[in-house]
């Protein structure tokens, strides 16, 4: 499954039942910055996915979906 980060943030967020301004203001930023993040527009700092993160109770790679690649093969 190849998820985009714009839409694990929108499952996470309301899996969380949390609407777009009641996440921004548990993670300290504006409802447009989680519009914009779900949308695709802009791509969260790492700061921001930390925050984020915190506020759904995540661990950053989660969000992020980091794979780390196998070496050899």
């Given at each position: 499954m190849n998820e985009r980060l714009s839409d694990r943030l929108l499952v996470i967020r309301?899996?969380?039942g949390l609407t777009q301004e009641q996440?921004?203001?548990r993670?300290?930023?504006t409802a447009r910055s989680i519009l914009n993040y779900e949308a695709g527009t802009r791509t969260p700092s790492l700061h921001?996915?930390?925050r984020l993160a915190k506020t759904y109770g995540v661990d950053v790679g989660v969000l992020?979906?980091?794979d780390v690649p196998r070496r050899g093969k």
């Open positions: 309301k899996a969380h996440a921004g203001k993670a300290g930023m921001a996915l930390q992020a979906a980091l």
